[in-house]
């Protein structure tokens, strides 16, 4: 067996090429403006372009139609809550406000997600704007109901 030495390590076939050798001469194949083109902005030391810059024709954030008013998009505040916690509760009716109530979820949510984790051992009724498939079962299977608001 072999050992890899650090000294015997070497990159890839094609994976680096030689630095770009400029300003010496026509026969470098980089000669005389070096690859930097006649005359102009580009050709000239010390050149720096504004981000967005595109060579003097209207960019592209600035042609693009600009939001009109105050534009508000924010996604809904879910709380979520496990079918097996729904057994500490001591109500019929189990929904967002009296779950904000007993300090269960936080009262900045705005709608109620019910979760499949654990068992329930009564019977409910379940207000959320959604349950997942194993919840809505667990709950049904107890004989309770679940409803969609």
């Known amino acids: 067996m072999t050992r890899i030495m650090l000294e015997d390590l070497r990159p890839a076939e094609g994976a680096t090429k030689k630095a ?3 300003g010496r001469g026509r026969s470098s194949g980089m000669g005389k403006t070096s690859s930097r083109g006649n005359n102009g902005e580009g050709q000239r030391s010390g050149r720096s372009r504004k981000r967005g810059f595109e060579g003097g024709q209207m960019p592209g954030f600035r042609k693009a139609p600009k939001l009109k008013g105050f534009q508000l998009i924010r996604p809904l505040i879910n709380a979520e809550i496990n079918v097996s916690s729904l057994n500490l509760i001591q109500a019929d009716v189990i929904d967002l406000e009296l779950l904000k109530s007993l300090s269960k979820v936080h009262s900045t ?7 499949g984790n ?23 299977a107890a004989g ?4 969609v608001v």
Do not use: D, N, P
């Not at 949510?109 to 979760?115: K, N």
């Not at 309770?144 to 409803?147: S, Y």
């Open 118 to 140: 654990g068992e329930l051992t009564k019977a409910v009724t379940v207000k959320a704007k959604h349950f997942t498939a194993s919840a809505k079962e667990k709950i049904e």
């Open 144 to 147: 309770g109901k679940a409803e």
């Open 20 to 22: 770009k050798r400029v």
């Open 109 to 115: 949510a705005e709608a109620l997600r019910v979760l």
